[in-house]
């Protein structure tokens, strides 16, 4: 049996019941407001609000770690007729490498030709250095050898006009 | 035109397709229950109308989390209940508090004033006194029983206890009201308009 239904408590449960039922003195719910309030999501704790922030926070944060990471390799998505290229283009990439590959060989090339070209300069002062010494001495020889014979000749005619005088 | 819907399937109709309509049929039918529930409670009617006011937010909010096998009465009486034991909690914590009765000052049926137009016998002033200084348990299990109308099973859905465990409380409650009123002389059945 419950309670309220024991005769000798009757008179105090209608007590109780006229205490509980009387009418608290204040204006129904303003139903616009509470939906207008519920559509625009009021309601929300402060913590509640603050964690949604801090949600949102991370969000943004991952999405431009995500973008980051993209940026860093090549991707291309295409839908149609449209097509996102998002991070570096291989094809530009090898394309530019080759540039700077053909750029230094090139820069390489020149001058190990005008390193060449200057040994062979000095090469060739260097034979003509050469050539003119040698010429020199060729003729240092050939007139010291002029000199000897005429030395000789003279020293003949000495002796035949010696001998020919002691005859 | 009146929506002849039942509360659980006007909340089905909120947690499931977001029904602005269900909740404001809701709210028109427990409205003055709520506020009722909640200005017994805390004693302090504008406090009473923003815990009403949340606890149709809550409603709204948590619509997912919404049971159908339990009745709407006793998952919107468990909303308003945590809502208004955390008010007390934080009303008692708040030493510097001015007092509910100060601050709904304004309000002429909570007043003192009021109740004293109101109920100008002094037995009544004191039958009401007894009750409104009873134990926030034990106004919670008046109010939801005769206030609310829930039954006592679903009064042990909400406090977590067996229903049996809820009526011998509501049992020693009534004889001990009873006890006190005979206590003070009060013949209670004079007590009734």
């Known amino acids: 049996m419950e309670p309220e239904h024991d005769a000798e408590l009757r008179d105090v449960v209608d007590a ?6 009387e009418p608290v003195a204040a204006p129904p719910t303003d139903i616009e407001a509470l939906l207008f309030a519920v559509e625009n999501g ?38 149609g007729q449209a097509r996102i290229t998002l991070g570096n283009d291989v094809e530009n990439k090898n394309n530019s490498n080759e540039m700077v590959i053909t750029a230094d060989l ?28 040698l010429e020199q001495t060729a003729l240092e020889l050939a007139n010291r050898q002029y000199a000897e014979s005429m030395t000789r000749f003279n020293d003949i005619q000495t002796l035949l006009a010696m001998s020919q005088s002691s005859k | 035109m009146a929506d002849d819907r039942t509360d659980r399937e006007l909340m089905i109709a909120i947690r499931d397709v977001s029904e602005c309509r269900a909740l404001e049929e809701l709210v028109r039918r427990w409205d003055s229950r709520l506020l009722g529930y909640l200005g017994k409670m ?11 006011q949340e606890t149709y937010l809550r409603v709204w909010r948590s619509a997912s989390t919404y049971n ?25 914590n708040d030493t510097g508090a001015v007092s509910a ?21 002094e037995q009544e002033l004191f039958v009401r006194r007894v009750l409104e200084e009873l134990s926030d348990a034990d106004k919670e299990l008046l109010l939801m029983r005769f206030q609310l109308e829930l039954t006592y099973a679903q ?39």
């Open chain 1, 16 to 21: 109780v019941r006229d205490w509980s039922g």
């Open chain 1, 42 to 79: 009021a309601g929300e704790t402060m913590p509640e609000k603050r964690s949604r922030w801090i949600v949102a926070g991370w969000v943004m944060a991952s999405a431009a770690v995500f973008l980051l990471a993209l940026s860093q390799v090549n991707v291309r998505i295409e839908w």
């Open chain 1, 106 to 133: 090139e820069r390489r090339f020149n001058l190990e030709r005008a390193h060449n070209w200057q040994s062979i300069e000095a090469l060739e002062a260097r034979t003509s250095q050469l050539e003119g010494s």
């Open chain 2, 42 to 52: 805390l004693g302090d009617v504008f406090a009473a109308r923003d815990l009403r």
């Open chain 2, 68 to 92: 159908d096998t339990f009745a709407f009465s006793t998952w919107v009486t468990r909303i308003a209940t945590n809502l208004a034991r955390t008010q007390l909690a934080r009303s008692r």
């Open chain 2, 101 to 121: 009765w100060a601050r709904s000052g304004g309000e002429e049926a909570a007043s003192p004033l009021a109740v004293r137009k109101i109920f100008a016998n």
């Open chain 2, 155 to 193: 009064i042990g859905e909400i406090t977590g206890c067996p229903d049996s465990t809820v009526k011998s409380r509501m049992n020693v409650l009534l004889r001990k009201l009873r006890h006190e009123l005979e206590h003070q002389g009060i013949d209670s059945g004079n007590v009734l308009p």
